[in-house]
């Protein structure tokens, strides 16, 4: 299991501190977006990376509990997992889902985050994000379904427009490049506020990802049964232009705001680093 680190004076910050990048275009928001969006406060926006798996996974419940409590608004989050680690969806079976025995050998790994979703391989060629959004003000989040194709909908939007290339929403929350899945993504929900995170695929390592990860127990029709290597894509992009476009399009800005570091610590302790959590199913 990961070694719980340090959180706080000793977090890593990737804020971007080289050369300037040019700003990115105008993102157009898919057709019949509400006013409200574009007249709520600005998002708050963290570029922000903890060292070890188990913080990162706690780091996006943390914000959603926060933003639950009071504490904090809505959030846009980026992170790069500086390790390989298998993250299982929250009722995902490890006997069915992940090759427990590949990843002890090749020392990655595996944890368990809390929303749905398949079994994903987080390393340094994918780009992760968070959004923690509030539904009370917003009947677009009301319902599962219906904040799903909103997000997924913007999300694609972004994607088009910055690549060229026509981005579709597949399976319940995929999208994909001319049947390719570049990005995985998944839900949880609070009373007043959600967790919408996912993957941003830009160069995923398709030969370690079968060695770890069986085919997955549960297919989206447009897989078609391909393997990994056969359905799996990649965004040519770099990190920085897609956070830019991300944060235009949400209107996200940088904060002072403290992160729930307590919360991440407490999160870590008793649930994302301990087996009961993590070998659950």
Not at 99 to 106: G, H, K
């Amino acid at each position: 299991m990961p070694h719980q680190a340090a959180i706080g004076a000793h977090q890593i910050r990737n804020e971007y501190v080289g050369p300037k990048q040019p700003k990115a275009t105008n993102i157009a928001l898919p057709p019949n977006t509400p006013a409200t969006f574009a007249t709520r406060p600005h998002m708050l926006y963290l570029d922000l990376t903890w060292p070890t798996p188990a913080e990162n996974l706690a780091a996006d419940e943390a914000l959603l509990d926060a933003a639950e409590a009071g504490d904090r608004g809505e959030t846009l989050r980026f992170w790069r997992a500086p390790a390989h680690f298998v993250v299982l969806g929250h009722s995902n079976r490890v006997a069915t889902e992940v090759d427990a025995v590949a990843c002890a050998a090749l020392d990655i790994p595996i944890l368990r985050r809390c929303s749905g979703g398949g079994a994903v391989l987080q390393g340094p060629g994918s780009l992760s994000y968070a959004l923690i959004l509030r539904i009370d003000q917003h009947p677009e989040l009301e319902t599962v379904t219906r904040a799903n194709q909103f997000i997924m909908s913007k999300h694609a939007t972004i994607l088009t427009n910055l690549l060229g290339r026509v981005t579709r929403i597949q399976g319940t929350t995929d999208l994909a490049i001319d049947e390719r899945k570049i990005s995985g993504n998944a839900q949880r929900r609070r009373r007043r506020f959600l967790l919408f995170h996912g993957t941003l695929l830009l160069t995923p390592e398709l030969e370690l990802i079968a060695k770890v990860l069986p085919e997955p127990s549960r297919m989206p029709d447009y897989r078609a049964k391909r393997r990994h290597t056969d359905f799996l894509g990649r965004i040519s992009a770099p990190p920085e232009l897609l956070k830019l476009a991300w944060r235009e399009a949400w209107e996200a800005e940088p904060s002072p705001q403290v992160v729930p570091d307590s919360l991440i610590r407490d999160l870590v302790a008793t649930k994302y680093n301990l087996p009961s959590w993590n070998r659950k199913f």
